[in-house]
């Protein structure tokens, strides 16, 4: 009889510890950047004195845990700003980062310049969400975004942002996985304008800039309007850009504003906002997510990191 108990209990525990693999699996799956940041039970950590499967049973309890809780605190968030629903969980990114060429219809010239694109070539269905200028500093859109673990990347351009270094640098830190900072030039000028050197100056101008300010030179730049010609590329590539990542669709508070025939999301699409208020437009920054975010979930897509995939 007790010989019989036992033995289902240590049914019991093989079929939990399937149970919660299988959760785990599909867990893992379905992990956004800071699931898998937080990590699995690693293969070969043991504590002392315990058996390889207990530890192992144990680190797996805690991590299959974590990701419960994740997912909750995401309900939970989407809840308390609005959301209709909580967003999608961006699946693992590619082991290997897909090669980007420059879309067709935007080439110049020059040969080996970093390639200018609009999506990312993935057929996993996420996209990625970029915020462009600086004007407005809105603290509650650092909170909902760390509340609701969606990852993003600001472009940042001077002459906006100089008054307050601090609130990027805070945007920086304000998620787990960071919130990466890129190039959006000195000053805002419509760049085919300008001679090459004063080109470089605005582009290589703002790499020194952000090294300087937030500790690492950016290796993406998006020139403002998305215009540029050879020497653009070529003033970038002299600094340190690696890719020029444009947008293929661009969303505001009141509405969305595509790039492509068919007005959708498409995998790999960049997404592109600003730093704007109710004095520049129809409502807040959490306004203006909050219908991105609407609009990118109803699609069934989630929001990426565009630095695991560029
Ligand atoms: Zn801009």
Not at 142 to 167: Q, T
Not at 179 to 184: E, F, G, K, Q
């Amino acid at each position: 009889m007790a010989k019989g108990v036992h033995r289902s209990h240590r049914a019991l525990g093989a079929a939990l510890v399937v149970a919660a693999l299988a959760s785990t699996a599909t867990a893992c799956s379905g992990a956004s950047e800071p699931d898998r940041g937080a990590a699995g039970p690693a293969a070969g950590q043991q504590a002392p004195g315990q058996a390889p499967g207990q530890a192992a049973a144990g680190a797996l309890h805690a991590y299959v845990e974590r990701v419960r809780e994740r997912r909750t605190a995401r309900v939970v968030a989407a809840k308390k700003w609005g959301l209709a629903k909580p967003p999608l969980e961006a699946p693992a990114p590619p082991a290997a980062k897909p090669r980007i060429t420059t879309r067709k219809g935007f080439e110049t010239d020059g040969e080996g310049l970093p390639p200018v694109f609009t999506t990312v070539p993935t057929k996993q269905k996420v996209v990625f969400l970029t915020i462009d200028d600086g004007a407005e500093k809105d603290p509650e859109l650092l909170r909902m975004m760390k509340e609701l673990r969606i990852p993003y990347s600001a472009f940042l351009s001077d002459y906006v942002v100089k008054d307050d270094y601090g609130y990027f640098a805070r945007m920086q830190k304000s998620q787990e996985t960071g919130v990466s900072l890129h190039n959006h030039t000195l000053n805002h000028r419509y760049l085919p304008g300008l001679s090459y050197k004063q080109q470089k100056r605005e582009i290589c101008g703002m790499q020194d800039v952000i090294e300087k300010r937030f500790g690492k030179r950016p290796p993406l730049f998006r020139p403002p309007y998305g215009n540029y010609n050879e020497d653009t590329l070529r003033a970038a590539k002299s600094c340190g850009v690696e890719a020029v990542p444009l947008w293929a669709a661009e969303a505001f508070p009141d509405h969305m504003e595509w790039r492509e025939w068919d007005r959708d999301l498409h995998p790999g699409d960049i997404v592109l906002t600003h730093f704007r208020g109710k004095g520049d437009w129809k409502g807040t920054m959490p306004d203006m997510i909050r219908r991105v975010m609407n609009v990118i979930t109803s699609k069934g897509y989630a929001v990426a990191k565009l630095e695991d995939y560029v």
